[in-house]
């Protein structure tokens, strides 16, 4: 069983920066894929970036290229996503995940999840 924890969130103006982390609680971290995901009021939850275990390939979704980076420290069990030039689209509330398997920006195929913080752009 993988716990996870999220923190970060916040209210931001639009241009600014926010960082989130994910504390995950397991034994072996380094065995899971690690992604973020976020869901707008309205919306279907929606792939936004992943990494696989080792931290050497980054997926993300088209929207948040270039602005958002998502890295992860292996020793600390911990996994992050820097967001910068943060806009209002990006209001949702995000949520990690962590999946054995692989990465994938189906929802449905991870395995463990957060209860999710929240983040407000305003603009």
């Known amino acids: 069983q993988v716990q996870l924890v999220e923190s970060g969130g916040g209210l931001v103006q639009a241009g600014g920066s926010l960082r989130l982390s994910c504390a995950a609680s397991?034994?072996?971290?380094?065995?899971?894929?690690m992604g973020w995901f976020r869901q707008a009021p309205g919306k279907e939850r929606e792939f936004v970036a992943a990494?696989?275990?080792?931290?050497?390939?980054?997926y993300y979704a088209d929207s948040v290229k270039g602005r958002f980076t998502i890295s992860r420290d292996n020793a600390k069990n911990t996994v992050s996503l820097q967001m910068n030039s943060l806009k209002a689209e990006d209001t949702a509330v995000y949520y990690c995940?962590?999946?054995?398997?692989?990465?994938?920006?189906?929802?449905?195929?991870?395995?463990?999840w957060g209860q999710g913080t929240q983040v407000t752009v305003s603009s």
């Open positions: 995940a962590a999946d054995l398997v692989g990465i994938s920006t189906v929802t449905r195929t991870w395995d463990y």
């Open positions: 397991v034994r072996t971290f380094s065995s899971y894929s």
């Open positions: 990494i696989t275990r080792s931290g050497g390939t980054t």
